[in-house]
């Protein structure tokens, strides 16, 4: 959530910035300022009534120690106090018209956000390995069919289309990857391992800006009350919602698995063949919470911690970083780390790393307190370390071998229990 502070202060930089995102917010930006002028007046008026009720309170009591009438100044007093119940009334409506219109607006990309109007305009930052040659590409349906890793016509029958059902040794390597993600983030990147709820109340994922803007993507439950976390980013970023937390203890850095539920409503035609769109997948989320004045730092560490997994498992990726056009809702500067899976032809994202700023912490009133003692508003940062569908995917179709079967990188042996699948 923005700082209502900074759009009173400067509306036009506000309408600049949020234009780079494509498309004209001006409207919107008026519209909160309004309601805040509404609001600021009436709480100025009800502070003026509170003060002349208090005067005319001491005046009755001065005139009733002198044995004089006071039925007219008490009149006064009564009708203040209904115009006083009226106002309080209506700054509250103000205020709660205020922060809906503030959480409908997104973040403000950082200055240094490279200008863009879509996906095809994110530059690409860096490469780090070489495309494999493989003779013969095949697709992570036909090897896992041949294979027996999953079943995604009975998983229809179960749940519908968008989930699969592992099997064999293809659970096996999801339970391979899951134990190799955390023990790396945690043994050797120093992350805390989180095992979250995975039902969210409403007010944590507003705090993670999924909502109101995303509500149709998600999956409710009790009216809309809970939701099944559209990634662990909600429960674990949620974790010190409404606490003031003390300098010496940040940054804090939380890694936690989650399976991932989402509609993907607006996703037709998208990534639909196999398991690179699910409504259902597992991920391991890597979150921070830091001080302002260490955001920027810990991002690159972030993206480079996330990046470590790819390495380790030896596929080609490259690190692309998001143009204002394609920036997510809530984020102030994203990197996209994108898989090469040779059976698709195309890289695939397995990992978004964003910093928030103070977006989310607004939403959360996460605060801290600094080396001055005063109450300021954290950072708080995320990113995928990493998914596993598409990482599958990958794994898959860069390890297939002439002989039809899989060899798994090094690092998943002792996970897995053997080298290769097949």
Not at 112 to 117: A, F, N, T
Not at 234 to 252: F, Q, S
Not at 297 to 313: H, I, P, S, Y
């Amino acid at each position: 959530m923005l700082d209502i502070r900074l759009l009173r202060d400067q509306p036009d930089f506000v309408k600049k910035r949020l234009a780079t995102r494509g498309g004209d917010l001006s409207a919107e930006v008026d519209a909160v300022l309004a309601i805040d002028a509404d609001r600021r007046s009436s709480e100025t008026r009800l502070q003026q009534l509170q003060a002349d009720r208090k005067r005319l309170s001491k005046q009755i009591g001065a005139l009733r120690g002198q044995g004089q009438d006071t039925s007219a100044i008490e009149a006064e007093v009564k009708a203040s106090g209904e115009e006083m119940a009226a106002l309080a009334t209506a700054a509250s409506q103000f205020d709660d018209k205020q922060r809906d219109l503030l959480l409908r607006l997104p973040n403000l990309p950082q200055a240094e956000v490279p200008i863009g109007g879509g996906p095809n305009e994110n530059p690409e930052i860096r490469i780090w390995g070489e495309k494999p040659t493989i003779a013969a590409p095949e697709d992570h349906l036909a090897i896992a069919a041949r294979l027996g890793l999953m079943d995604l016509d009975r998983a229809t029958k179960i749940s519908g289309s968008g989930f699969t059902c592992y099997t064999g040794a293809g659970a096996r390597l999801e339970r391979a990857l899951l134990g190799f993600l955390l023990d790396l983030h945690t043994t050797t990147h120093d992350y805390t391992e989180i095992s979250p709820p995975f039902l969210v109340r409403r007010e944590c994922m507003v705090g993670t800006s999924q909502l109101p803007k995303f509500e149709d993507d998600m999956y409710g439950v009790d009216g809309g009350e809970l939701f099944l976390a559209p990634t662990a980013e909600v429960p674990v970023t949620n974790l010190h919602r409404e606490e003031i937390l003390p300098l010496a203890g940040l940054p804090k850095k939380f890694a936690a698995y989650t399976p991932c539920f989402r509609r993907e409503a607006g996703s037709a035609g998208r990534e639909t063949r196999g398991i690179i769109r699910m409504h259902q997948f597992d991920k391991v989320e890597l979150v921070k919470i830091c001080a302002p004045e260490d955001s920027r730092t810990e991002l690159e560490a972030l993206t480079a911690d996330a990046e470590k997994v790819l390495q380790l498992l030896g596929l080609h990726y490259r690190v692309i970083e998001l143009c204002t056009g394609d920036l997510g809702f809530g984020a102030a500067k994203t990197y996209d780390i994108e898989v090469w899976a040779p059976g698709q032809n195309a890289y695939l994202e397995v990992s978004s790393c964003s910093n928030f700023e103070d977006y989310q912490a607004r939403r959360m009133n996460l605060r801290f307190k600094d080396g001055e003692g005063k109450n300021r508003f954290c950072h708080t940062l995320n990113g995928s370390g990493t998914a596993l569908a598409r990482l599958y995917v990958a794994l898959l179709e860069t390890g297939i071998q002439p002989d039809g079967s899989v060899l798994l990188p090094e690092p998943l042996h002792r996970y897995f229990g053997s080298e290769r699948i097949g």
